[in-house]
């Protein structure tokens, strides 16, 4: 295949049925979700024009098919700066930005924090993670910012990866959300899992799933209403993981009826006018969650490490607008 891609000619004599449906019939090695996805790129013409819809009708004629390049498995060195916390021979801390993903993945396939550490680390990074994502061992979702320690021996690897399994690791949050948890100070154990109604979203579930358990402490409410016992418009609340569950502590604080600000897939209802505002005016475009607090024991050399780290400015300016509600 070169760089161009492969190019497949196919001539339909009837027409009628569906257009991906014919044309997957005609060229079996292609799937009808694959065309659907060629036709939606303009990858597939009709006598030399575009198509658009795999749903319209087949009609006969030759049609062109353009089959891109396969993109590489491999993640390239990108020279992304990073925010080096700590590092030697073994493994090394950052503090991630928000919109940079973990790893490679559909729909990112780079710009990503591996990316920034193949080029910082060059060949020392660990390659137990596979080839897609050498060096990581926990993640971050793409848009929370935070504390995150990748390895860079495979003993470091191997020893994190015991540390975050019995989670050996202290991991505290900062969630700017929309009202307060209540009580101030509590702890959540729930079960999380896929939810049934959104296989794209994780759900706290009666059944099923895995055990989830986050501890929390609201550290600060916002515009608090005169009435006695009126939930504030919202607060900043630590909270610390002692498990690892997908979207964790933005399930547990929407379940308690405070989501996470700024959380498009779990921040179901809009916050106060002067919220939003705010929200606005601090340039926040992704949920309110940074990880603060990353502390654990050296697997090589058995020092103990801890590190913390400021919200950063679009969190830090949401914070102080909300503090003058």
């Given at each position: 295949?070169?760089?161009e891609?492969?190019?497949?000619?196919?001539?339909?004599?009837?027409?009628?049925?569906?257009?991906?449906?014919?044309?997957?019939?005609?060229?079996?090695?292609?799937?009808?979700?694959?065309?659907?996805?060629?036709?939606?790129?303009?990858?597939?013409?009709?006598?030399?024009?575009?198509?658009?819809?795999?749903?319209?009708?087949?009609?006969?004629?030759?049609?062109?098919?353009?089959?891109?390049?396969?993109?590489?498995?491999?993640?390239?060195?990108?020279?992304?700066?990073?925010?080096?916390?700590?590092?030697?021979?073994?493994?090394?801390?950052?503090?991630?930005?928000?919109?940079?993903?973990?790893?490679?993945?559909?729909?990112?396939?780079d710009?990503?924090?591996?990316?920034?550490?193949?080029?910082?680390?060059?060949?020392?990074?660990?390659?137990?993670?596979?080839?897609?994502?050498?060096?990581?061992?926990?993640?971050?979702?793409?848009?929370?910012?935070?504390?995150?320690?990748?390895?860079?021996?495979?003993?470091?690897?191997?020893?994190?990866?015991?540390?975050?399994?019995?989670?050996?690791?202290?991991?505290?949050?900062?969630?700017?959300?929309?009202?307060?948890?209540?009580?101030?100070?509590?702890?959540?154990?729930?079960?999380?899992?896929?939810?049934?109604?959104?296989?794209?979203?994780?759900?706290?579930?009666?059944?099923?799933?895995?055990?989830?358990?986050?501890?929390?402490?609201?550290q600060?409410?916002?515009?608090?209403?005169?009435?006695?016992?009126?939930?504030?418009?919202?607060?900043?609340?630590?909270?610390?993981?002692?498990?690892?569950?997908?979207?964790?502590?933005?399930?547990?604080?929407?379940?308690?009826g405070?989501?996470?600000l700024?959380?498009?897939?779990?921040g179901?209802?809009?916050?106060?006018?002067?919220?939003?505002?705010?929200?606005?005016?601090?340039?926040?475009?992704?949920?309110?969650?940074?990880?603060?607090?990353?502390?654990?024991?050296h697997?090589?050399?058995?020092?103990?490490?801890?590190?913390?780290?400021?919200?950063?400015?679009?969190?830090?300016?949401?914070?102080?607008?909300?503090?003058?509600?």
């Open positions: 295949m070169d760089d891609g492969d190019l497949i000619e196919i001539v339909l004599e009837a027409s009628g049925a569906r257009l991906d449906k014919a044309l997957a019939d005609a060229a079996p090695t292609l799937s009808r979700a694959r065309l659907q996805a060629l036709i939606a790129e303009g990858a597939v013409s009709l006598n030399g024009r575009p198509l658009t819809g795999g749903s319209a009708k087949a009609q006969a004629g030759s049609y062109a098919i353009l089959i891109p390049p396969l993109a590489s498995a491999t993640p390239l060195p990108q020279a992304i700066p990073l925010a080096v916390l700590f590092e030697d021979a073994d493994l090394i801390v950052v503090d991630k930005p928000a919109g940079m993903a973990a790893h490679p993945a559909p729909g990112t396939p710009g990503t924090l591996v990316n920034a550490l193949l080029h910082h680390c060059g060949a020392s990074l660990s390659g137990i993670g596979g080839v897609a994502r050498p060096g990581i061992v926990h993640r971050l979702d793409k848009d929370t910012s935070g504390v995150m320690v990748a390895a860079k021996s495979d003993r470091a690897h191997a020893g994190l990866s015991k540390l975050f399994a019995a989670h050996d690791i202290e991991r505290t949050y900062t969630a700017l959300t929309r009202g307060a948890p209540a009580p101030a100070i509590g702890r959540i154990e729930t079960l999380i899992g896929r939810s049934s109604s959104d296989r794209k979203k994780m759900a706290v579930l009666k059944s099923g799933g895995r055990t989830a358990i986050t501890d929390y402490v609201v600060a409410r916002y515009a608090v209403p005169a009435k006695s016992g009126a939930a504030p418009l919202a607060a900043r609340v630590a909270c610390t993981l002692h498990t690892g569950r997908t979207h964790q502590i933005r399930v547990h604080m929407a379940s308690k405070a989501p996470i700024g959380d498009a897939t779990y179901s209802g809009s916050p106060a006018v002067a919220v939003r505002e705010a929200i606005a005016e601090a340039g926040l475009i992704r949920q309110a969650l940074h990880a603060s607090v990353l502390g654990f024991v697997p090589v050399t058995g020092q103990a490490l801890r590190f913390e780290t400021d919200l950063p400015p679009d969190m830090a300016r949401l914070a102080s607008l909300l503090a003058d509600l």
